[in-house]
């Protein structure tokens, strides 16, 4: 004798489904619940959580990895980075494996083409200009107070352009493969939702007048804590890194109170004089 039992198949959409079997008298659908595993772990990723796994470029300069690498960096970097990157990306908000769609990529895609754009604007290389000319007159006036830390901060922005220079022809071969690909899917809806999404993203550059788009007032801050995250580190109490930023070009106005900078910390989960940061 038979019977009927439901066990884990694979549907045409590429993710799990069940279908109804019959099977010899005796059987336990039970018996199927390995096959249903295995099958949910070999669901193949969708083409656009593809195309978002294969976008970042590896950073080869081993100066800017502390910067550049997440892995590298403790807990509250990586918050003043996600802070930056925000700023940079007001129409592309921030995506992963759990929650990118079709959409989302096409947003994240288009932000950093708008930023490109950007990038080439005339008002953007006449900015680009000033700094260099700035930069000259500074390496003069290396004794002044907050000069050392201006320096540092150009020379980590002028590496950091160089090494993007470097990856755009790899980044642009990128995006040419992720709308090849998106224009080769079955799926119209999920083709629709992309291209839209790519406009979206493409409409709002993330950068104005060598500024970031989003630019709020912590940002200065913000930035300090990141080119600065050596000395941060070394710091035993938050009175000392305002001590330090006091030095290196902030004043007692654009900090404010001593109470702001303590929660701007804690917001960040910066702990000076602790072992993890």
């Known amino acids: 004798m038979r019977k009927q039992i439901w066990i884990p ?3 045409g959409d590429g993710f799990g489904a069940w279908r109804n079997k019959s099977v010899a008298a005796g059987t336990d659908a039970s018996s199927f619940s390995g096959m249903k595993n295995e099958q949910i772990r070999k669901v193949p990723p969708t083409w656009y959580k593809k195309i978002l796994a294969a976008l970042p470029l590896v950073n080869k300069n081993p100066e800017l990895a502390v910067y550049l690498n997440k892995e590298e960096s403790p807990e509250y970097r990586k918050k003043v980075r996600a ?3 925000a700023q940079s990306q007001p129409n592309a908000p921030s995506i992963n494996q759990e929650t990118v769609t079709p959409e ?3 947003r994240h895609l288009g932000q950093k083409c708008a930023n ?3 990038l080439k604007d005339p008002k953007t290389l006449a900015a680009a200009k000033q700094e260099a000319q700035r930069l000259k007159q500074l390496r003069t006036q290396r004794h002044l107070p907050g000069v050392s830390s201006e320096l540092h901060a150009l020379r980590i922005n002028e590496m950091v352009v160089k090494q993007f220079k470097k990856d755009l022809p790899r980044f642009e071969k990128k995006v040419q493969a992720a709308f090849q690909t998106a224009l080769a899917q079955p799926n119209h809806q999920e083709a629709v939702a992309f291209f839209k999404g790519f406009a979206k993203g493409l409409e709002k550059p993330g950068l104005k007048d060598g500024k970031l788009a989003g630019e709020t007032k912590a940002t200065p801050l913000q930035m300090k804590m990141f080119l600065h995250t050596e000395q941060a580190a070394e710091m035993r109490s938050v009175d000392d890194w305002r001590e330090f930023l ?6 007692e106005e654009t900090l404010g109170d001593p109470e702001r900078l303590r929660k701007f910390c804690f917001r ?3 702990a000076p004089g602790k072992k993890k940061l």
């Open 268 to 270: 960040i989960r910066y």
């Open 83 to 85: 802070k930056l990157v």
């Open 246 to 251: 006091l030095k290196n070009g902030e004043t």
């Open 104 to 106: 989302k990529l096409g």
């Open 116 to 118: 490109l754009y950007a």
């Open 9 to 11: 198949c694979q549907s």
